[in-house]
């Protein structure tokens, strides 16, 4: 099934300076592409570019702690495939994903407009949406084993990653990457601004980009990623990433869902002392409401 693209809503922005929207605007409008790219590759100048605002990213004492592999060798991109999708396969069938996850899972509009957090499960192959509730209990899990569904998940997800024609690896300096020291937390925090900071940018680029994920999950697997990506021992690797430009129409993946909420103000914000909920203004409360269709 082709998606086709959906139009994004324009947010409400009160007393702005005109030449701070499109900024604010990529950044309420930001995205994860769970569906596949375009083949082309990503321009050196655009990656590049991707480097600088990484770079541009707030660090403890401008430490820069971060440190980026940018791949386009294909046997590299299908290695690194190979891996994510037999890690899927493996997740799925042991029910290790479901389980370590179940609580972010939504399943109707209602629930999710309710609590205004997790991901809504609105995407499932045509066997499985009778049992759209139990696709995650013991006998949906069976049920998907019957029906091969981990192994197509898994397929499904090293297709994604090898039609990506470029991966990028985040990795952290461990002189000052030190878990369990204020080092160790500075420096997580610098990386995610940094991190940010690209999938901020990527928008402006007509590109997309997507947590390579299921390999952290199974150490043995993610040591493999280490060793093809010949990640020396003053390197901590710490995520990978598929990056690509965005097609015109988006094909979803055999389970798919949607993330498009956010909490309002006052489930996450406090005035002056915890537990006082920040009262939303109408243009917020309003921006809230036209859910822009993020992931």
């Not at 998907?144 to 990028?168: C, Y």
Request: proline share 8%.
């Amino acid at each position: 099934m082709t998606r086709p693209p959906v139009p994004r809503s324009r947010p409400v922005l009160p007393d702005t300076d005109a030449a701070a929207v499109p900024l604010i605007e990529g950044m309420l409008q930001r995205r994860t592409t769970n569906g596949p790219f375009r083949p082309d590759p990503v321009s050196r100048e655009h990656q590049h570019l991707l480097m600088r605002v990484a770079q541009a990213a707030p660090s403890h004492f401008n430490s820069q702690p971060w440190r980026f592999v940018l791949i386009e060798d294909p046997a590299t991109i299908a290695h690194v495939a190979g891996i994510s999708g037999q890690s899927m396969t493996e997740l799925i069938e042991a029910g290790a994903f479901f389980e370590r996850y179940r609580r972010y899972f939504r399943f109707s509009e209602a629930e999710m407009e309710a609590r205004r957090d997790g991901i809504h499960i609105d995407h499932l192959p045509g066997p499985l949406r009778p049992f759209t509730r139990q696709v995650f209990s013991d006998a949906g899990l069976k049920l998907m084993r019957q029906l091969g569904v981990p192994k197509k998940l898994g397929e499904d997800n090293r297709k994604l990653v090898a039609g990506s024609p470029l991966l990028l690896a985040a990795l952290l300096d461990r002189t000052e990457y030190r878990p369990g020291e204020l080092s160790g937390f500075y420096s997580v925090f610098g990386l995610g601004a940094a991190v940010e900071n690209i999938w901020n940018a990527v928008g402006a680029l007509g590109m997309g980009i997507q947590f390579i994920s299921t390999p952290m999950e199974i150490p043995r697997q993610w040591q493999r990623v280490r060793a093809r990506l010949h990640v020396p021992e003053d390197l901590e690797l710490m995520a990978v990433y598929r990056l690509g430009y965005l097609p015109g129409g988006e094909r979803r993946p055999t389970i798919d869902w949607n993330s498009r909420h956010r909490k309002h103000l006052g489930q996450f914000v406090s005035r002056e002392v915890c537990g006082v909920a920040e009262e939303e203004s109408p243009a917020v409360s309003s921006q809230m409401s036209a859910k822009s269709p993020r992931r």
